[in-house]
């Protein structure tokens, strides 16, 4: 039974920082095994922010974050971190981070099986 419980979001101004991280527990390693990083702000749709691929380490990211935010895990596997930089109002929203056994489509939401209770982002 997996266990996701994610935490740093808060309230910053337009370009300032953040750095989400997500506790990953009760999981065991298989091949394909993904964990992403998502949002969704009111009236839209989830989205998929940034994923790592636990097999390979591949990362993607969305077009609209790629060079601001980077996806990583600390030596140990057991957190999932994401480091907001330049942040933008647009960039408002709930952030989740969640995992998935099969990771075809990696930044699709359908994709992934467990999710965490969200984080609040906030930019002004």
């Known amino acids: 039974d997996v266990q996701l419980v994610e935490s740093g979001g808060g309230s910053v101004q337009a370009g300032g920082s953040l750095r989400l991280s997500c506790v990953v527990s009760?999981?065991?390693?298989?091949?394909?095994?993904?964990l992403g990083w998502f949002r969704q702000a009111p009236g839209k749709e989830r989205e998929g922010v940034a994923t790592?691929?636990?097999?390979?380490?591949?990362?993607d990211y969305a077009d609209s974050v790629k060079g601001r935010f980077t996806i990583s895990r600390d030596s140990a596997k057991t957190t999932l971190f994401l480091e907001m930089n330049s942040l933008k109002p647009d960039d408002t929203a709930m952030y989740y981070c969640?995992?998935?056994?099969?990771?075809?489509?990696?930044?699709?939401?359908?994709?992934?099986?467990?999710w965490g209770q969200g984080t609040q982002v906030t930019v002004s």
């Open positions: 790592i691929t636990l097999e390979t380490g591949n990362t």
């Open positions: 969640a995992t998935g056994v099969y990771c075809a489509n990696v930044l699709s939401p359908s994709e992934y099986d467990t």
């Open positions: 009760g999981y065991a390693y298989s091949d394909g095994y993904c």
